[in-house]
Structures are given as C-alpha cells and as structure tokens.
C-alpha cells in the first residue's frame, strides 16, 4: 500500500514530533500527506511546551540523538500530564532506562516502517492499551 494511501487511525490525530535536524522535515511531510495533525518541536523544550498546552496529543515521536537530552526523562515528564500517551522513538538502538513499552524504529526507516509504527501506536492509544508495543521493523 502507498504511504500516501493509508490515513489516520483516530480523529484524535494530533503528533508531536521532538527532533533537531533534517529527519524533522521528512518525517512531519510524511505524516501530515498521510492525515495526520503534526506539531513539530525542535527540541525537548519544546515539546514538553506542546505537550503542555496540546489536551489530545495522540503520539510522541522522539529523536533526540546527538542533542544531550536524555529521552527517557523526557518522556517520563510528557507522561505526568498524558499518563498513556504512546511515544515512538527514532535512533539507532533502544535507549537505556527508555519506558519498555516505547519501540525504537532505525533513523534508516522506510516511509513505510513508519506508517506501519505510527498506525499501531495511533491504534493503540485509541483503544486504551498501554502495552504491548508494536512490532519493529
């Protein structure tokens, strides 16, 4: 299936993305052709702004490689306020001390790998469900 084919999993559509370089830019354009609602962060500031003032967010995607932010810390304070908001994050490997139910997907990702993470996350939110994680790519 076309990456641009598949559409939201949920009207509750709205992503977070926390990155600081080029990835950003594919990655927003990718889900936003495919109907999500992406707010950008350009870094963990940022997103903990957005996902103060956002009381919908559906998703969190983190790649915050190279920047000295510690991801896990991150999504530890995001989830104060969204308790079971999913988060995805991209990398080359898992993160120590990362929450066990956030899946790490490689910065080498196809468009469809994405979609394929983000639609089982998105699926996932809407249904309640905390765990298990999706399938890797």
Do not use: W
């Amino acid at each position: 299936m076309s990456p641009l084919a598949r559409g939201p999993s949920s009207k509750g559509n709205r992503i977070v993305i926390c990155d600081y370089n080029a990835l950003l830019l594919s990655v927003t354009g990718l889900l936003r052709m495919s109907g999500y609602c992406v707010f950008q962060a350009y870094d963990a500031q940022a997103a903990r702004e957005l996902c103060r003032e956002l009381p919908d967010i559906g998703l969190l995607v983190l790649n915050t490689t190279g920047t000295g932010t510690d991801s896990p810390s991150l999504v530890r304070d995001i989830r104060r306020k969204h308790p079971n908001l999913p988060v995805l994050h991209i990398g080359a490997s898992a993160l120590e001390g990362m929450p066990a139910d956030v899946p790490t997907i490689a910065e080498s990702f196809t468009a469809d790998q994405l979609l394929l993470a983000v639609d089982a996350l998105m699926a996932r939110e809407t249904a309640g469900v905390t765990s298990p994680s999706p399938p890797g790519p």
